[in-house]
């Protein structure tokens, strides 16, 4: 049952990942997948740091992305470096600051 | 609206679905074959990168099937920005600064190397003997 709700939970997250890309213009369609799902993940989690798998591991771990970031990051560099030290810092901050407001109510 | 779902989701849709499943996945099945969840999580981040750095240069244009299939599913599904977030959260919260740093730095520092060097093999011309 978890396998199943796994696979069609990551289905999921990747096709609306997939979606919000098509809807907002190039890094911020990234930056809004990874700061909701940062905060999500946190918000859900144990108080051993894990989550449930497939819920956590599969749909939140597959709506956000670390590979389309550093294809961003890429993409921004080439145009104006310093889109890409802003977009790299404000994903981090962001996203480290959601998953720790998501701890504080977890 | 109409960009969320328009003309070709339903057709283009199942190469995101399988992709990212199939990503996701092989994430989980890292993270269960090892004890250290953060060195899982910095492996398959700087696995997942180079992957989409072949993927982006082989099939640049975004519509394709293989780019949808790999690089947005398998690339996507395999690599995680919330676990990210989490463990450096998770380590701020019990004030372990250095750790939080380090999973930090050595994030991008695997993940964009790794992105680019992919670039350039995938780049390069085939070899004929």
Redesign the interface.
């Known amino acids: 049952m978890t396998a199943v709700a796994?696979?069609a939970l990551?289905?999921c997250?990747?096709?609306t990942?997939?979606?919000v890309?098509?809807?907002l213009p190039r890094p911020f369609a990234t930056l809004l997948v990874?700061i909701i799902?940062?905060f999500?993940?946190?918000a859900l989690?144990d108080s051993q740091?894990g989550s449930d798998?497939a819920v956590?591991?599969?749909g939140?771990?597959?709506?956000?992305?670390?590979?389309?970031?550093?294809?961003d990051?890429?993409a921004l560099w080439a145009i104006r470096r310093w889109h890409a030290v802003a977009y790299?810092a404000v994903?981090?901050v962001f996203?480290?600051?959601?998953?720790?407001i998501?701890?504080q109510i977890s | 609206m109409a960009r969320l779902y328009g003309a070709g989701v339903n057709r283009a849709a199942p190469y995101v679905a399988v992709g990212g499943v199939a990503g996701s996945l092989a994430r989980w099945l890292v993270l269960n074959a090892m004890d250290r969840p953060t060195l899982a999580l910095l492996i398959v981040n700087a696995v997942g990168s180079a992957l989409l750095g072949v993927v982006v240069v082989r099939w640049p244009r975004a519509d394709e099937p293989e780019r949808l299939a790999l690089g947005v599913g398998f690339c996507g599904g395999l690599t995680t920005f919330s676990s990210f977030a989490l463990d450096v959260a998770w380590r701020l919260e019990h004030s372990d600064i250095s750790g939080a740093t380090a999973v930090t730095v050595s994030s991008l520092v695997l993940a964009i190397p790794a992105y680019l060097l992919a670039r350039r093999v995938a780049q390069r011309p085939e070899i004929s003997t």
């Open positions: 796994f696979c990551a289905a997250g990747a096709v990942r997939w979606r890309g098509a809807v990874n799902g940062a999500l993940l946190a989690v740091g798998t956590g591991v599969g939140i771990g597959a709506l956000t992305t670390f590979s389309t970031l550093v294809d990051l890429g790299g994903t981090i996203g480290v600051g959601a998953a720790w998501g701890l």
